[in-house]
């Protein structure tokens, strides 16, 4: 089981650092992903970190604002945000996939947690 810890009311330009960690399930095996959706948009995946040795994926609308990473001592997976938009609002979702070294776009997802709320708004 993923579970997601983090989400809240976040100023526009403000941070915010999400969690994503596993009960009886080593992150460490998989390519972790975070999708987001608001409501009435599709989900999308915002990020990803290969379970393999690889570079991380972001989609064009974080890139330079957020960081996806791990620690496998804690069995968690991050994700930091910076510069927070309205746009960066919704529901977060942790998601595990088969692990990779490039965490491709059609991954099929095995895993997904509950999500985290994130507002941006002032």
């Known amino acids: 089981q993923l579970v997601e810890f983090g989400g809240g009311l976040v100023q526009p330009g403000g941070s915010l650092t999400l969690s994503c960690t596993g009960s009886?399930?080593?992150?460490?095996?998989?390519?972790i992903h975070w999708f987001r959706q608001a409501p009435g948009k599709e989900r999308e995946r915002v990020s990803c970190?290969?379970?393999?040795?690889?570079?991380?994926t972001y989609a064009d609308s974080v890139k330079g604002r957020f960081t996806i990473s791990r620690d496998d001592a804690k069995n968690t997976v991050y994700l930091q945000m910076y510069n927070l938009k309205p746009g960066d609002a919704g529901t977060y979702y942790c998601?595990?996939?088969?692990?990779?070294?490039?965490?491709?776009?059609?991954?099929?997802?095995?895993?997904w947690g509950k999500g985290t709320l994130v507002t941006v708004s002032s």
């Open positions: 970190t290969p379970g393999k040795s690889g570079r991380p």
């Open positions: 998601a595990a996939s088969g692990s990779t070294s490039n965490c491709p776009k059609e991954s099929t997802i095995h895993y």
């Open positions: 009886e399930f080593t992150l460490a095996y998989y390519d």
